[in-house]
């Protein structure tokens, strides 16, 4: 079973739990704006992606800045408000509550092979997971007995590993975290175990500032977003790109490239579609590349894309959540997540 960032509707027991959580009442009334997300085409594949005029709806634009969009087992939607400290809640007909307050400056999610929600969390610096009794626990913390530094993203594979992405961007900002000292001595990404307890650094010398994360379908690429420009957008000799390994069966990795680079901000939450396209985060846009980077075409959108999460609507259609700025959205897509 695959266990990313997609919609799962199977997980029935772990979906009642869900739905038991305290909830700390409603932010906003049930109600949505509908548009047309503009496109813009560099490869005739990207019409098999997506319509010439996709409808995008606007699901809450009262946020600071959102991250970490998750659908989870019962059909509803969270996603992080980071600067806020807090993790809000959407549900088809019902509007936004807030799920999680204070979240600890959670960043990225994801959902584990058992259903159970996994956070990336910047005040806890850890990978922290959501029990069936409603409480929070860390999986892990720390590498060769040191503190990580404010975990970022993360994505889960089908034996139950965790990869996770490391830097300092926010232990570094004390509008994202509760401050301290980062002792990694620099930026990383890691693979770690539930099954064993074992956490890997990976070997990825061509990755600066590690932020989103992603697999291929076949799990055999692994992907992720290099946002060195995020520490001085002045300086463009950083790097602003998407870089990408080959997982041998140990599950090192070999073969590191650069698969694209980003124009026009900087890469931040990445996903893979199906047909192993990339869609990539930057400033104002999401930005589709092909398995070979091929630039396929961009989603033109109000404000600076953050992150987004494949999933289904209520017909079983594949839309795309998007966090950008201070709003999420939902965009129609014709493609499913990996």
Do not use: C
């Amino acid at each position: 079973m695959k266990a990313t960032r997609k919609n799962y509707f199977t997980h029935i027991i772990i979906a009642g739990f869900f739905l038991t959580l305290p909830f700390h009442g409603i932010t906003t009334p049930h109600n949505t704006k509908i548009q047309t997300a503009k496109i813009q085409k560099e490869d005739p594949l990207f019409e098999t992606l997506i319509d010439k005029a996709p409808e995008l709806i606007t699901l809450y634009d009262q946020g600071i800045w959102l991250e970490g969009p998750q659908t989870l087992p019962d059909g509803s939607l969270i996603w992080s408000d980071v600067k806020a400290n807090r993790v809000l809640r959407w549900q088809e007909g019902k509007g936004v509550s807030v799920f999680l307050e204070p979240s600890h400056f959670q960043n990225g999610h994801a959902l584990d092979n058992q259903g159970r929600l996994l956070a990336a969390s910047h005040g806890k610096r850890a990978i922290e997971r959501l029990e069936k009794d409603g409480k929070w626990t860390i999986v892990v913390d720390s590498y060769q007995g040191n503190k990580l530094n404010s975990p970022n993203d993360l994505i889960v594979d089908r034996s139950g590993d965790i990869w996770f992405t490391d830097p300092a961007f926010g232990i570094n900002n004390p509008k994202e975290s509760y401050g301290g000292k980062a002792v990694q001595g620099g930026d990383y990404s890691y693979r770690y175990s539930p099954k064993t307890g074992t956490i890997v650094r990976l070997k990825t010398p061509l990755v600066k500032a590690p932020n989103g994360i992603a697999l291929s379908p076949d799990e055999k690429t692994l992907y992720i977003a290099d946002s060195e420009l995020a520490y001085n957008s002045n300086n463009s000799a950083l790097n602003s790109r998407i870089v990408a390994y080959d997982i041998k069966k140990d599950k090192s990795l070999r073969n590191g490239r650069v698969l694209a680079s980003i124009s026009h901000g900087i890469p931040d939450g990445i996903v893979t579609d199906a047909n192993g396209n990339i869609w990539s985060s930057s400033e104002g846009a999401i930005q589709i590349f092909s398995p070979k980077g091929k630039l396929l075409g961009k989603v033109i959108l109000p404000g600076t894309v953050g992150n987004m999460n494949f999933a289904l609507d209520k017909e079983n259609n594949p839309v795309l959540y998007v966090t950008a700025s201070h709003a999420i959205y939902r965009l129609k897509i014709k493609v499913k997540g990996k």
